[in-house]
């Protein structure tokens, strides 16, 4: 059974850093594709990142350059490091995995970011 579990949300000032994570189980996380998305309260799912199972990333204009994405193969994890945060970079941060960019089978539960202004 795959499982993605995400972590590392919270609460932070605008300007400030988060480091997420997603701990992935159950499948062969070295050979997968793995995306971060978001959803704020009202609005539809948004791309985030994501990166290829060979470290290629590619990230959304509205976080690029503030957004770090990153994959730890030993430990089968993911990584989003956020830095200079924005309001509107408030809401749940999913990640998801599969055989190919864009094309995920696999989702976590998501982890609530909250950046006060």
């Known amino acids: 059974q795959v499982q993605l579990v995400e972590s590392g949300g919270g609460l932070v000032q605008a300007g400030g850093s988060l480091k997420l994570s997603c701990a992935a189980s159950?499948?062969?996380?070295?050979?997968?594709?793995m995306g971060w998305y978001r959803q704020a309260p009202g609005k539809q799912r948004e791309w985030v990142a994501a990166?290829?199972?060979?470290?290629?990333?590619r990230y959304a204009d509205s976080v690029k350059g503030r957004f770090t994405i990153s994959r730890d193969n030993a430990k089968s994890t993911l990584y989003l490091e956020m830095n200079s945060l924005k309001p509107e970079d408030t809401a749940v941060y999913l990640c998801?995995?599969?055989?190919?960019?864009?094309?995920?089978?696999?989702w976590g539960q998501g982890t609530q970011v909250t950046v006060s202004s």
């Open positions: 998801a995995a599969g055989a190919g960019l864009g094309y995920y089978d696999y």
């Open positions: 159950g499948h062969s996380f070295s050979s997968s594709a």
């Open positions: 990166i290829t199972s060979t470290g290629n990333t």
